[in-house]
């Protein structure tokens, strides 16, 4: 039973992502229909004001992450998540309201407060569930944003325009209205010093008593991690230490340094972060949160309206990456990430490579596009599209997670809207196909870091992940 408490918790929690992937996907439904002349917008919105449509939410990502990051900690987890969720419905309640495209810009403005979600859940959840199902439970943020995004696609080739807005309100209202039936973080609890808090809280996802022993249990693990020294640099001769006397070392407590200070003494903290950046970067430029936010206009030029309208073609893509999505939650904690990463990322780019050679070259029939970009989906979401998010949830102390977890996540938004504002002029520039083959590049470099550099993290505690980037720093692997 603690098991399923945890899984309706965090899908609970995954509502708001399900939330932000309609909110991703629906510009692709509605990027045609705002430049037309039969737009519901007062006016037709003009090429500058569909590239902003497109990546205005990455900008206020970028704002409110940093703010998320410190209120993580001040007012918690839970608080933290209903105040984004809150801020989702009322951007959909401002593009319902009005037609005016200068609030529908706004609004998405708006919206991209909500994505520092991708933020506090992976984390929130991280510090909940049991280890044996942590990776598949983090990863549940990008099967419900695929989700989102593929009911978003079919409302909008399925229903008119306001049913579609009226829907996505419904159920971002009633995703905020259910965070109030899930617990606050344990570790943030005991980290507060709340420590009867905490016991009820691990009791409420174990799903047994506040004085049964497996509460002590994890109550003393959370403890040690909060306790885990920053580490000194470690000489060639230390690396046959294990991870007891790796424990035992002299130490200073993380608690009495400011975070700055903490990341300067913390070997593993900066690897950990180069690390995540990395694997983030991999995640936007492999090309994927490109087909996604122009789905419908790639379709439209890619494949003939004859053999699939470019509606149908989106709403295949969005099953593809939450059928994805199911089997990549799953074999994250069966394959491991590391082995993910290097050989979805290595598939992802020949499958770029296909598709850049086919809409450039047309060296086959012109149904055969859609089959390679669902395969390239496919790969991609198995990979950089969910090994990342699993990775930031793990790699971290819970000193400093949520701080160095929101310098991850402003990165990434950062990475976004460049590569989604710069994605029109550099497709007139080169046309589509040799974007593709950018991106192909990218998804081989990917694979090469992840060989060298990404360790193994299924299954381990936070303590012997830091043991473990230490230790790969001194054999010079990381």
Known sequence: MGIIKQVISASILHLSCLNLGLMFGWPSSTIILFMSEGTPLQRPMTSMEISLFSSLGCIGALVSNPVTGILLDKLGRKKCAMILASIGTLSWCLITMSSYVEVVLVAVLISGVCASMFLVVPVFVSEFSEESI????????????????????????????????????????????????????????????????????????RNCSVHSKLVLQELDK????????????????????????????????????????????????????????????????????????????????????????????SVLLATTAVISGLIAAYLTDLAGRRMLMISMSIASGTFCVMLGTQIHLHWGPSWITAPIIYLFCACFTCGAGTVPYVLLAELFLPEIKSVISMIVLEWTFLCSFVALFIF???????????????????????????FFFLPETKGLPVDAIQLLLVKQKNRNIV
């Open 134 to 205: 942590r990776g598949t439970l983090t990863s549940g943020a990008v099967v419900f944003n695929g989700l989102g995004i593929l009911i978003s696609y079919l409302l909008g080739g399925l229903v008119n325009y306001k049913t579609l807005l009226y829907v996505c309100l419904a159920v971002s209202a009633g995703g905020a209205a259910l965070l109030l039936f899930v617990k606050e973080s344990p570790t943030l609890l005991l980290k507060k010093g709340l420590e009867e808090e905490a016991k009820k809280s691990i009791a409420f996802y």
């Open 222 to 313: 959370i403890k040690r991690a909060l306790q885990l020294c920053v580490q000194e640099p470690v000489s060639p001769e230390e690396e046959k230490l294990n991870a007891e006397s790796f424990k035992n070392q002299e130490k200073e407590s993380a608690q009495h340094l400011s975070i700055w200070q903490f990341f300067k003494k913390s070997q593993s903290t900066r690897r950990a972060l180069l690390l995540a950046m990395c694997m983030m970067s991999a995640t936007i430029f492999q090309g994927m949160i490109i087909i996604q936010i122009y789905a419908k206009v790639l379709f439209t030029e890619a494949v003939p309206e004859e053999i699939l309208s470019a509606t149908w073609c």
């Open 424 to 450: 029109k002029p550099l497709v007139e520039a080169l046309t589509l196909g040799p974007v593709f083959y950018i991106f192909a590049t990218i998804c081989y470099i990917t694979a090469i870091f992840s």
